[in-house]
C-alpha cells in the first residue's frame, strides 16, 4: 500500500472517530440535564483519551502526506498537486477530508450547545445554594456591609500567607 493509501485509511479512521464522538456529545445533554457529575467525570476522561488518540492520527497523517509527496516528487502537499499525480486516490481523501470537516464542525456546535447547558445548570446551582444560604443584604451582626466583610476576609488571608 502507498502512501497516498495510508493517508486515506487514517483519514477514514479520524472520520470514523468524529461521527462515534458527535454522537457520544449529542447524549451528553442527559447528563447534563440529570447532573450526573460521575457520568460528566467520565465523559470529560474519554473525551481526554480521544483527543489524544486523534492527534496521534493527525500526526500519523501528516507523515504519510509528507512521504507521500517526497514519492511523488512533489515540494508542497496539496490537494491539487497530488491530483496531478494520483488523481482517483486524491479525489477519495478530498471526500474523506470533507466529511471530517462537517463532522468536527457539527462536533464545534455541540460542544458549545453542551458548554452553554452546562453553565446554565451551574447558575441554577448557584442560584438554589444562594437560596439555602443567603447572604444578608444590609449589615452584619458587627455593624459591615457585605462587601467590606469580602475585603475584611481577603485581607486577613493575605495577611496571614
Not at 446554565?120 to 448557584?126: G, Q
Request: a positive charge; charged letters at 25%.
Amino acid at each position: 500500500m502507498d502512501h497516498l493509501e495510508n493517508a486515506i485509511t487514517i483519514t477514514q479512521e479520524i472520520r470514523d472517530a468524529l461521527r462515534a464522538e458527535v454522537d457520544r456529545a449529542r447524549a451528553e445533554r442527559a447528563l447534563i440535564r440529570a447532573m450526573d457529575v460521575e457520568g460528566l467525570l467520565r465523559r470529560a476522561t474519554a473525551r481526554g483519551e480521544w483527543n489524544a488518540l486523534c492527534n496521534q492520527r493527525q500526526a500519523q497523517l501528516s507523515a504519510e502526506l509528507a512521504q507521500a509527496a517526497r514519492a511523488h516528487g512533489l515540494s508542497e502537499v496539496t490537494i491539487d498537486r497530488l491530483r496531478g499525480v494520483a488523481p482517483a486516490a486524491t479525489e477519495r481523501l478530498a471526500q474523506t477530508f470533507a466529511e471530517v470537516r462537517s463532522l468536527a464542525a457539527a462536533l464545534a456546535e455541540l460542544d458549545d450547545l453542551n458548554r452553554t447547558l452546562g453553565q446554565r445548570a451551574l447558575s441554577f446551582v448557584r442560584a438554589y445554594l444562594g437560596a439555602l444560604n443567603p447572604r444578608p443584604a444590609a449589615y452584619d451582626r458587627r455593624g459591615f456591609a457585605p462587601a467590606a466583610a469580602a475585603a475584611r476576609a481577603s485581607n486577613t488571608v493575605s495577611r496571614v500567607v
